[in-house]
């Protein structure tokens, strides 16, 4: 455990940079032109030794190889624009029924938008322990109308009522899918609409939606134990760290490190400053794994269960495979 | 998160990765995490953003000598803390009067968690604020960024010997101001 980690991580967690990534172009495209006429003397000299070992490496020779511009960057390519991470939020199951996890997924850019978090959503989430129950094609867009998200459902009839083998939980918990993944790429907490034409819907999967919906409150409605970092087969090399959030009885969040075997190989508990009416940041701290064999593991968090598991219908868990090198 | 895949030390990338290709990968994986380091660092998130960014252009112009995705993170961190502690010396008068007119945290009903979660960011943030630079810096990379001792005595230049003397009177300061602030039984 260690506490001024989730200290640290919950004091900038709401932390949201601006975008600067043109200001930032702009500034390596001057400084790149004050470079050059800079480094005539030294700067090129050092560049061209650096080229002449590379194209050694490459091609076993070292003539005729242009020393090139190696100073100034080119225009960067812009169809390579970097691509925002979506949050996205699927159904999983855990004992108190199915709760929404989060999964971060690289989607068009440079802003995200709710249209975009929509058609990711509907695509299958990396973890196998998710889904996602709208049919695909559902949603042809989503956007912001004066201070609402309107989401826009291609066919109503097709999704007005519950669907086959949807229990009353799973429907409520869908529509919540929705509301909280087009809210996190707008990154606000606006009520949603569901339209179509423009026009409010009556219901969704059977629930009444012709006034704008309100997210559910996250402990009803998210899992109580759930990984943020790392990602789904993430590769570390001699340690790595986890964080996300929870609430769990006495704020005490176990995690453990399985081999392939599933065998326990660490184990500990992270620590948060609450529970119960919210959810609430964990992070394990560092984690070494460089006396650990390289292979697959997995990486386990669950909510604490003080009856150690005699009564009740035991912790929420959450999963994640990282890869160790 | 998931970011654009970044080969680490040992891998066959750098001879192709370019600096510019470099800059987007590494400010897809890396932007928020550094901004969110310098806010530790600095408290200020628009001087945070600043510093982050200068910090970027100079990974750019060194790409060439760098040509590795784990050295160019290492020099990005380092140039965050470094230049966060110059702009903490260009601020330094304002700020010391600035803390001083700070009106003292009010203590939240527990009942309103929200403005607790506040009232413990800002204490935190407060309290890093008014530990010794070094300590700060240190305290920050071990716990923030989970960095060894080693990492650490390279980062900031320092012996390992001094990275343990400021570790420990760091965050032996650090609880005692935050036990002051925050309500008893939260550390």
């Known amino acids: ?14 932390v949201e940079p601006r975008d600067r990534r043109a200001e930032l172009r702009e500034a390596v495209t001057v400084a ?4 050059v006429r800079r480094t005539v003397t030294g700067g090129l000299l050092a560049a061209a030794v650096v080229v002449t070992g590379v194209a050694v490496t490459m091609h076993g020779t070292d003539n005729h190889q242009d020393a090139g511009p190696v100073g100034p960057p080119r225009a960067i390519d812009r169809s390579r624009d970097d691509r925002p991470a979506y949050a996205l939020y699927y159904l999983g199951q855990t004992p108190k029924g199915p709760r929404l996890y989060r999964e971060f997924r690289p989607g068009p850019g440079p802003d995200m938008t709710p ?10 989430p990396d973890d196998p322990d998710y889904r996602t129950m709208w049919p695909d094609g559902t949603f042809s867009d989503a956007q912001v109308v004066n201070d609402v998200i309107d989401v826009e459902v291609a066919d109503p009839a097709s999704v007005a009522h519950r669907l086959d083998g949807m229990s009353p ?17 707008v990154q606000e907490e606006l009520p949603v609409q569901f339209t179509h034409d423009g026009s409010p819907l009556a219901q969704v999967l059977g629930v009444p939606t012709s006034e704008p919906l309100a997210r559910g409150e996250a402990v009803d409605v998210l899992a109580l134990a759930s990984i943020s970092n790392p990602s789904e087969r993430r590769v570390v090399e001699g340690y790595f760290s986890a964080d996300g959030q929870a609430s769990s009885f ?5 995690w453990e490190l399985l081999d392939a075997n599933g065998t326990v190989v660490k184990h500990d508990t992270a620590q948060t400053y609450g529970y119960g009416d919210r959810l609430y940041p964990w992070a394990t701290g560092r984690i070494d794994v460089s006396d650990l064999a390289p292979g697959v593991y997995t990486f386990v968090v669950m909510t604490a269960d003080p009856s150690g598991g005699a009564e009740g219908p035991g912790p929420t868990r959450d999963t994640r495979t990282i890869i160790i090198k | 998160m998931t970011a654009p895949t970044l080969i680490s030390s040992s891998g066959q990338l750098e001879v192709d990765l370019d600096a510019d290709t470099a800059l987007e990968q590494l400010y897809a994986a890396h932007w928020r995490g550094l901004v969110r380091l310098a806010v530790l660092l600095l408290r200020d998130q628009g001087a945070a953003e600043e510093v982050t960014q200068d910090a970027f252009v100079a990974m750019h112009g060194h790409w060439w000598s760098l040509r590795d995705p784990d050295k160019a993170l290492a020099y990005l961190r380092r140039t965050v803390v470094n230049r966060s502690r110059s702009a903490l010396r260009h601020r330094g008068v304002v700020e010391r009067y600035a803390a001083r007119q700070r009106p003292a945290l009010n203590v939240a009903d527990p009942a309103d968690a929200p403005t607790l979660v506040r009232d413990r960011r800002s204490a935190v943030l407060d309290a890093l604020r008014a530990l010794p630079t070094r300590q700060r810096e240190v305290l920050v990379l071990r716990h923030y960024l989970d960095m060894s001792e080693v990492e650490i005595a390279e980062t900031l230049g320092i012996s390992r010997g001094s990275v343990k003397a400021h570790a420990s009177r760091g965050s032996a300061a650090l609880r005692a101001l935050l036990s002051d602030r925050l309500h008893e039984g939260e550390l």
Do not use: C, H, N
Request: net charge negative; charged share 25%.
């Open chain 1, 1 to 14: 455990m260690d506490d001024l980690a989730t200290l640290f991580k919950e004091a900038v967690d709401t």
């Open chain 1, 250 to 254: 006495e704020g005490a969040v176990p």
């Open chain 1, 115 to 124: 249209a975009s978090s929509l058609s990711l959503m509907q695509e299958q």
């Open chain 1, 32 to 35: 790149g032109r004050r470079r």
């Open chain 1, 169 to 185: 939980a799973q429907a409520e918990l869908s529509v919540d899918q929705v509301i909280y993944t087009v809210q996190a790429a």
